[in-house]
Every structure is written in structure tokens, then in C-alpha cells.
């Protein structure tokens, strides 16, 4: 398909019909991208660089929509990934179903691995309701428990001219009322 957006031609021909009048339609998108390592072995929450975007909506009654993605590796124990809204909320807090409610909460987490790489993809969507015509920031943060986590690698044992990185990835698309 073209992209090309069109009132009356049909899907037959590649283009997009525009959508119809009332809501869902998108005001914009930005993106931002990673696309260097990171590594991290705190603790406690840490923001991941250059996974951060600021977004400004032109109607209080906006949502936005924020996706993002990355590629990491770690040779012990696991960590979590959340998306920090600019309000400093984030979906552990309040979404995420947890009955214990003593465990570390996050928005996309892996397991453990008692030898070699543990590889894992990050990828999560969500939608959120500002309620603003500020500057509204998105970012994503990583927590790791022991040992070290690299964010934009597949392997935690070798890294050279010969080895592949991955590009990370945070996209918020405004989503006018």
C-alpha cells in the first residue's frame, strides 16, 4: 500500500480511505531511537537513554498512544522494563494485577537464567489519557536484580565489529477525541 490517504478511491487501487468524521484519528507521531548499549545492574529504577519523548496535545481530550521496544541480554537473574508517564505514573502502579502485592511490578519483565545469554525482546503498547495541552514525556526505565542487564545487545559475553546490535525504539501517536 501507498499511504497515500484518499476519499474515494477504493482499497483496490493501494490507497487509504480517510477515515470518517468523530474520533480515533491521529494528530501526530514522534519517535525516538536507541541506538547505542546500555547496561545496567542497579536495583532500582533507571531510565533507559534516548528512550525518552515528549509529546504536546493539541486538545485536552487527547489520548496518546505509546509503544516501545527493545533487545537485551544478561547472563543472571532477571528485570523489568516500564513506561514512566510525564506525570511520573507508570502501569505498575495502578493496572497491573498483582494479589501478593510484594513483588517487583513492571510492564514487560524475563525470566532467569542459571548459565549463557538469556536474550529478550521488549515490546509493549499502551494507551493514556494526559488530559493536557502541555509537554507530556514518555519514558522507559529498566530495573535489574544482580548481575548486569545490555540493553541493545543479544549477547552479554562478546562484543565486537563482528557481532549485531539491535535498535530500540519509543513511538506516542496522539489520538484526537
Known sequence: ???????????????????????????????????????????????????????????????????????????????????????????????IHESAGIRIRGTSGWGYTSGGDLTTVHAIAGLDSPATTSATTYKVQWWQHGGTFYVGRPVTWYDDASTFASIGSITVMEVLA
Open 1 to 95: 500500500m501507498s499511504g497515500i490517504i484518499s476519499d474515494n478511491v477504493g482499497r483496490a487501487s493501494g490507497l487509504i480511505k480517510a477515515a470518517g468524521g468523530g474520533g480515533g484519528k491521529i494528530g501526530q507521531v514522534l519517535s525516538a531511537m536507541k541506538l547505542d548499549t546500555q547496561s545496567f545492574s542497579s536495583t532500582s529504577w533507571v531510565d533507559i537513554s534516548d528512550l525518552t519523548i515528549a509529546i504536546t496535545p493539541t486538545a485536552i481530550s487527547s489520548k496518546i498512544f505509546w509503544q516501545y521496544y527493545f533487545v537485551g541480554a544478561s547472563t543472571t537473574n532477571y528485570g523489568l522494563s516500564k513506561i514512566v508517564y510525564g506525570d511520573n505514573s507508570d502501569l505498575t502502579t495502578a493496572s
